[in-house]
């Protein structure tokens, strides 16, 4: 069972763009909602996080936006660069219910080309 | 740098082997996780630890493997009589405790089982 389903697979975007990438969970108990960047050979890093109590979140490039009824959270990067292509994993955990491992979905490869 | 660390990056075995990898968090965090990554999917949860205590493990952690944090510092994922299906990377991330929810991850060990 796949909790955490992500879309699309893989993306292609002109360079100065908008990247968007849609992740829906099953599970109503998740509290916190990371996004994670990955490099080939490389660990995930964390771009920008957010709790169910907000609808929105923008850290730079970066927003999330987030809507709780439908189940849904979506990565939005403006003006997308070509040094943004990587691979984007959504996830989600219930910190709040004491459990802090990661569901994460299966990733979206971005490519931006220029 | 100060970030997560895991050794060694790369390993090759043979089937039936056993093999043992190393992560040191970062060192005021007191909660490592352990995750297994394949190709093209994203981190799936191994087991967490909150100081020396491991409090929460996944089905997938078989009883060929075991992970241990004496002391509550580094911690290290050992999988005895390794199979094919084993090949993977395997990611530790650190997290500082508390409400503290980020999850920072090291680059991973690649194991390849032959």
């Known amino acids: 069972q796949q909790q955490v389903k992500q879309s699309p697979q893989s993306l292609i975007v002109q360079k100065g763009g908008i990247s968007i990438i849609n992740c829906a969970y099953e599970?109503?108990?998740?509290?916190?909602f990371p996004w994670y960047q990955q490099f080939p050979g490389k660990g995930p890093a964390l771009l920008i996080a957010?709790?169910?109590?907000?609808s929105e979140k923008k850290e730079g490039r970066f927003t999330i936006s987030f809507n709780k009824s439908a189940k849904q959270f979506s990565l939005h990067i403006m003006d997308s660069q070509p040094g943004d292509s990587a691979t984007y994993f959504c996830?989600?955990?219930?910190?709040?219910?004491?459990?802090?491992?990661?569901?994460f979905g299966k990733g979206t490869k971005l490519s931006v080309i220029p | 740098d100060t970030g997560v660390s895991q050794d060694p990056r790369h390993k090759i075995t043979k089937r039936g082997q056993n093999v043992t990898f190393r992560c040191d968090p970062i060192s005021e965090h007191n909660r490592l996780y352990w995750y297994r990554q394949t190709l093209g999917q994203g981190p799936e949860f191994l087991t967490y630890f909150q100081n020396e205590a491991q409090l929460e493990k996944s089905r997938l952690l078989s009883d060929r493997f075991s992970a241990e944090r004496p002391k509550g510092s580094f911690s290290t994922l050992e999988i005895q009589r390794t199979e094919q299906g084993d090949s993977a990377m395997y990611l530790c991330a650190s997290s500082l405790g508390g409400a503290g929810e980020t999850q920072y991850f090291g680059p991973g060990t690649r194991l390849l089982v032959l």
């Open positions: 599970n109503t108990a998740f509290d916190y």
């Open positions: 996830a989600a955990s219930r910190p709040g219910a004491g459990s802090y491992q990661l569901t």
């Open positions: 957010i709790r169910p109590d907000v």
